[in-house]
T-cell receptor
């Protein structure tokens, strides 16, 4: 069985501060995907990034960056110079690809609510 | 525009009533999913379907039912047997197999409140 843990339930920062969201996962599969989604107050999940288990290269996209470390089973997400529009719930998720019958079922963490104050 | 449409956005129900949430997609995806979200608990899988006329239970299927008569549609019925139905419900879709890379595409959600 898969498990994703986001230990931080809520983080509050002042605009322009950096914020790092932790994500730790558990799986026995060697092939898997990790995801981050943003959920603004409207409720819809917005896809941010997908990383497969064979690609440990860190990625940067604008003010967003991700640090994937298989040795610690972590896939952390950093927002640099946060803005009020970054206020949302951020969800980390895992899918395993070894079971095609299971489709693309995602296992989600509990989410971290980020509040960026002006 | 291609996407997933959920309706209604807000729904109120009296205890003991069944209610059906609609989910329609025009992305030509084979697989569709229903997730439930409670505060602080992330998303939990209720049911999923990989192909028309077939579906499987997820982690919390008790008290729910689904149908998949058309590729585009995957309605969810919250029955009176569901003990705590008040929640936010999200529908998603994805390609299957080699064409899929694990990413799910989500609708805007339906918020159900039981009075």
């Amino acid at each position: 069985a898969q498990k994703v843990t986001q230990a931080q339930t809520e983080i509050s920062v002042v605009e322009k501060e950096d914020v790092t969201l932790d994500c730790v996962y558990e799986t026995r599969d060697t092939t898997y995907y990790l995801f981050w989604y943003k959920q603004p107050p409207s409720g819809e999940l917005v896809f941010l990034i997908r990383r497969n288990s064979f690609d440990e290269q860190n990625e940067i996209s604008g003010r967003y960056s991700w640090n994937f470390q298989k040795s610690t089973s972590s896939f952390n997400f950093t927002i640099t110079a946060s803005q009020v529009v970054d206020s949302a719930v951020y969800l980390c998720a895992l899918s395993v690809t070894g079971d095609q019958a299971a489709g693309n079922k995602l296992t989600f963490g509990g989410g971290t609510r980020v509040l960026v104050k002006p | 525009d291609g996407g997933i449409t959920q309706s209604p956005k807000y729904l109120f129900r009296k205890e003991g009533q069944n209610v059906t949430l609609s989910c329609e997609q025009n992305l030509n995806h084979d697989a569709m999913y229903w997730y439930r979200q409670d505060p602080g608990q992330g998303l939990r899988l209720i049911y999923y379907s990989q192909i028309v006329n077939d579906f499987q239970k997820g982690d919390i299927a008790e008290g729910y039912s689904v149908s998949r008569e058309k590729k585009e549609s995957f309605p969810l019925t919250v029955t009176s047997a569901q003990k705590n139905p008040t929640a936010f419900y999200l529908c998603a879709s994805s390609p299957v197999g080699r064409s899929g890379t694990g990413e799910l595409f989500f609708g805007e959600g339906s918020r159900l409140t039981v009075l």
